[in-house]
T-cell receptor
């Protein structure tokens, strides 16, 4: 089946630094990637939608200058958390919809801890 | 925009008892419905999905759900739960096409020995 590989699975960084999270579609072309954030004991909230070759669409309240999304190829989308702060500590997970309809495939998630 | 309501934030149930986790969605002409399970400190695992066809959907681990269009519901059921079913369960909805999943707030199922 369709697989999205997400790395890193865990990262600890110092406040003020930047962290890049990668999601690769291994056996299909992901023209669109959805990025979610999950705070402890909460649900998954859509942050942004990235489309290959164009600018990402951000949900209301998500700072586009802080969460930089790049989708330069059909198999790679990246999320960079810039100038990270402790409140950015969260579980970040990407998702794609192979074939554009039907089911979704999710990355395994990245647990970011900012100290 | 689609939305999902999970009516119960926590559901405690004794081992081997039946369980129903409730989910209602906002009405739409076409809708796809999903249930996911998340164990502590892990990612999401798909339990089952409704895309079309039979309204009774069977999933993994003995779970099933019924799509009820008139009541805009997609409740998840299991006739006999195990301790290992203790986890967070998310109902999610999407429109057809390349659109994102919208998740409910989740229901914490706690199975008591």
């Amino acid at each position: 089946g369709a697989v999205v590989s997400q790395h890193p699975s865990r990262v600890i960084c110092k406040s003020g630094t930047s962290v890049k999270i990668e999601c690769r579609s291994l056996d299909f072309q992901a023209t669109t990637m959805f990025w979610y954030r999950q705070f402890p004991k909460q649900s998954l909230m859509l942050m942004a939608t990235s489309n290959e070759g164009s600018k990402a669409t951000y949900e209301q309240g998500v700072e586009k200058d802080k969460f930089l999304i790049n989708h330069a190829s059909l198999t790679l989308s990246t999320l960079t958390v810039t100038s990270a702060h402790p409140e950015d500590s969260s579980f970040y997970i990407c998702s794609a919809r192979p074939g554009g309809s039907g089911g979704y495939t999710f990355g395994s998630g990245t647990r970011l801890t900012v100290v | 925009a689609q939305s999902v309501t999970q009516l119960d934030s926590q559901v405690p149930v004794f081992e081997e008892a039946p369980v129903e986790l409730r989910c209602n969605y906002s009405s739409s002409v076409s809708v796809y419905l999903f249930w996911y399970v998340q164990y502590p400190n892990q990612g999401l695992q798909l339990l089952l999905k409704y895309l079309s066809g039979s309204t009774l959907v069977k999933g993994i681990n003995g779970f099933e759900a019924e799509f009820n269009k008139s009541q805009t519901s997609f409740h998840l059921r299991k006739p006999s739960v195990h301790i290992s079913d203790t986890a967070e369960y998310f109902c999610a909805v999407s429109d057809p096409g390349n659109t994102p999943l919208v998740f409910g707030k989740g229901t914490r199922l706690s199975v008591i020995a």
